[in-house]
């Protein structure tokens, strides 16, 4: 693959090989149409919004005792809006699910965030610690 994107055939018969990757985090996306599997590579999940005129990322640190990627200190105004992309592009980001833009997030309750979600913002202006969960889908973002 290129870039960091690998792609492999599926086989129906039980007989796919296996593939061997650079260790790392990846998105996989299955297609069960084609029956191939997807793996792009991630090597940065960072915020950006308003707050630096969307134009840089501030970047999440895994945290490995807990499984959650966080930014420790992000200060923002209540007017900033933001969300979570990877890979310094747009392809792969993170907003809030729902209709309404953009999603005021309460401290300290979990809110689901999904590919292409709404910009997301805080009831008030402040220093936050973000936490990122991507165990499992549903993902989840929080802010205290």
Do not use: C
């Not at 039980?14 to 069960?32: E, I, R, T």
């Amino acid at each position: 693959g290129g870039n960091g994107t690998y792609t492999a055939a599926l086989d129906d018969d039980g007989g796919a090989q296996n593939l061997s990757l650079p260790s790392g985090y990846y998105k996989v996306a299955v297609n069960m149409t084609t029956l191939s599997v997807t793996f792009t590579s991630i090597t940065e999940i960072a915020l950006i919004g308003t707050f630096n005129n969307w134009s840089g990322d501030l970047d999440f640190t895994y945290d490995a005792s807990s499984n959650l990627w966080i930014v420790d200190s992000f200060t923002i105004t209540a007017a900033d809006q933001f969300k979570v992309r990877f890979n310094a592009g747009w392809d792969i980001n993170l907003g809030a699910s729902g209709d309404v833009e953009p999603y005021v997030l309460t401290a300290g309750t979990p809110k689901q965030v999904l590919q292409n979600g709404k910009n997301m913002s805080a009831t008030a202006s402040g220093a936050y610690k973000v936490t990122l969960n991507l165990q499992h889908a549903p993902y989840y973002m929080t802010i205290e």
